[in-house]
């Protein structure tokens, strides 16, 4: 009797087949972005270094024309560089990334054995390539949105490359030089080499083909690409169409007083998907490959499920990394419930119920102080609706706020409109202040505007604060308080201020018997407020004694965190790119991207 353990042969032959079989669908993504980076690297060492060693193979290439190595380095040179560039795309399933790299890799494979005659760098570019046509089902990704910053950060970057790139080719050629020429020399002969012109530095034999060729094609590659970028067709990031605004704002007149975020889905700048029944919609922006959707779906809470399921959708056809900034407590359930994405509190909302609001108490004491000191400066205030301004005013209003602004760029996403005055938003409320015992300026006597959006039938959210520079400090507080007091008379029963974020932890980690991990956190977020609004707005906010509603970040996986911060960033404002002028896109006709395009012809399929 054999002592073979039972079932041992079977698990061998399940690890044979699991070999034969390859790797799962869902990881070749990620495996062929590696292998591709692998292979531009191996392609690029093989354009930039001289052939060490001569065979049988290095004799035959005698015969044949003599720029036919010299071209075929460059030729390996400038596919591994641009399979380096498409490693990322294949990372995100691009379908486009997947086709320029079946074209790279065999020209890729041609060029590294006619130049090198390696047979490993030729076979796993011959491999990746086989990868690549078999799992061709897994790089359907739609383009995301373009910018013109791409072709400039690619000029930039890739020039940059280049140069240190060219430095390396002109010097691994150490023998075949004539002289000792200087480091200033060699880059010289980069920069010339490079626009297709003969250097300063000279070689015997065919080495000088060899880097004028490298030279040359880096180049091109470099101008190439970068005009490219520049002027390729558009695929326009989602825009808010008309007719998609008139069905959020149905929405809200029915469902808008669930959420204080939900007027802030009325951003022009927004795409949006709505559920199948087109009882509810998820509003986004699509920022660095993130797809950002604010505040809770709009709409009736039982459609929220078909919103939530289009957005995944939408995400998945362009391999978006999909995420949810500030949703409540119940929206945060929803999501989760409906897509395995977990949650992580973000930080408090503070909320103001009218009727519980007074300026007196100790509490409010230095908030009352300093509205009295206003008043006795000579500044007044005035609350109403937009609907009620005259034409005058609101664009002096406009110009304000406009001149006020801290920032080149408007900030804000979440909890921002962008916009003032629109004649669709005349339930909107504004709230100014003041001078009137002093000569008027470029505004008249107005000194500072807070703007407030919808909440429902007896709601507002702030939108913006804005104040002159040279005004009394407090002007923020005076106006708040001003609303407050008006908003019985307007039917405002509650109003929400600003987003505080990690609020608990510094509220808890500055009382007493904090713990050190607490008291480590709180102090970080103390330092980060240096740069950021982060301790402040907690304090300010918590000078009205709100109640604090709890928002929360959705997200895929921890590891996508960081992304999703920095794209949440941009999108706020608070990390901006700004364009050369000739690099920046004429405004276009606001149009949806083809997988939304064909959501709307579905719809209109359906409603016939």
């Known amino acids: 009797m054999s002592g073979a353990v039972p079932g041992g042969n079977d ?29 531009g690297l191996l392609n690029v060492a093989a354009g930039v270094f001289p052939r060490f060693r001569h065979s049988r193979l290095h004799t035959v290439a005698e015969v044949l024309p003599g720029a036919l190595g010299p071209f075929a380095a460059a030729a390996a040179l400038s596919c591994g560089v641009l399979l380096l560039l498409l490693a990322h795309g294949l990372r995100r ?18 060029a590294q054995f006619t130049y090198r005659h390696s047979f490993i760098g030729a076979a796993i570019s011959l491999a990746l ?33 280049s140069i240190a790139l060219g430095l390396v080719i002109v010097s691994v050629h150490p023998t075949k030089v004539v002289g000792d020429p ?11 080499g490079l626009f297709g012109f003969e250097g300063p530095v000279g070689y015997t034999g065919n080495t000088s083909w060899t880097v004028g060729f490298s030279l040359g094609a880096l180049g091109m590659l470099t101008a190439l690409t970068t005009i490219y970028l520049a002027f390729r067709p558009e695929h326009p990031a989602a825009r808010l169409t008309q007719d998609d605004e008139s069905r959020l704002r149905e929405l809200l007149d029915k469902h808008g ?31 660095s490959g993130v797809m950002l959707a604010s505040g809770d779906p709009i709409g009736d809470v039982e459609a929220w499920p078909g919103a939530i399921e289009r957005f995944m959708d939408e995400a998945k056809a362009h391999s978006w990394t999909p995420a949810v900034m500030g949703c409540s407590e119940t929206g945060g359930q929803v999501w989760t419930r409906e897509t395995g994405l977990d949650a992580l509190e973000l930080g408090d909302e503070a909320v103001v119920d009218v009727a519980d609001f007074s300026l007196s108490g100790r509490a409010m004491r230095n908030v009352r102080q300093m509205v009295k000191r206003i008043e006795r400066n000579g500044y007044e205030t005035r609350v ?3 609907r009620d301004l005259g034409e005058k005013e609101l664009e002096r209003i406009q110009r304000a706020a ?22 669709d938003d005349g339930d909107c409320l504004i709230a100014t202040a003041h001078k009137t015992d002093e000569q008027p300026g470029a505004y008249g006597d107005l000194k500072a505007v807070l703007h407030f959006v919808p909440w429902g039938k007896d709601g507002v959210s702030l939108d913006l604060m804005r104040r002159d520079r040279s005004a009394d400090p407090g002007m923020n507080e005076l106006l708040i308080v001003a609303a407050l007091q008006a908003a019985p008379k307007l039917g405002v029963a509650r109003v929400s201020l600003n987003f505080a974020m990690f609020r608990a932890a510094l509220a808890r980690g500055e009382k007493l018997g904090a713990g050190p991990v607490l008291r480590a956190w709180r102090g970080l977020l103390v330092f980060l407020s240096r740069w950021f ?76």
């Open 182 to 192: 200087s480091i200033t020399a060699r880059l010289e002969h980069v920069l010339y």
């Open 384 to 386: 109403r609706r937009i």
């Open 93 to 110: 399933h691009k379908r486009r990334a997947w086709r320029a790299a079946v074209v790279l890799l065999p020209v890729g494979a041609v």
């Open 11 to 39: 698990g061998g032959n399940r690890g044979v087949r699991r070999i034969l079989r390859g790797p799962r669908p869902e990881a070749v993504p990620v495996l062929a972005a590696r292998i591709c980076a692998l292979v």
């Open 129 to 161: 390539l086989a990868l690549l046509l078999r799992h061709r089902r897994e790089f359907a990704a739609l383009p995301d949105p373009r910018s013109r910053w791409r072709a400039l950060a690619n000029f930039v970057l890739l020039g940059a490359g």
């Open 402 to 423: 406009d001149d006020w602004r801290g920032t080149d760029t408007e900030r804000g996403f979440s909890m921002a409109l962008g916009r003032i005055g629109d004649p």
């Open 257 to 287: 007083a669930r959420d204080s975020l939900g007027h802030f889905a009325l951003r022009r700048d927004k795409g949006v998907v709505f559920s199948p029944s087109g009882k509810a919609a998820v509003t986004y922006r699509v920022v």
């Open 533 to 608: 609004q982060i301790e402040s707005l907690y304090k300010f906010n918590a000078k009205f004694r709100p109640r604090w509603e709890p928002r929360f970040v959705v997200y895929r996986s921890s590891r996508d965190l960081p992304r999703i911060g920095f794209a949440a960033m941009q999108a706020e404002g608070f990390v901006t790119l700004a364009l050369p002028r000739f690099l920046r896109r004429a405004t276009a006709q606001r149009r949806p991207c083809p997988h939304q395009a064909a959501q709307t012809a579905e719809r209109e399929v359906q409603a016939v």
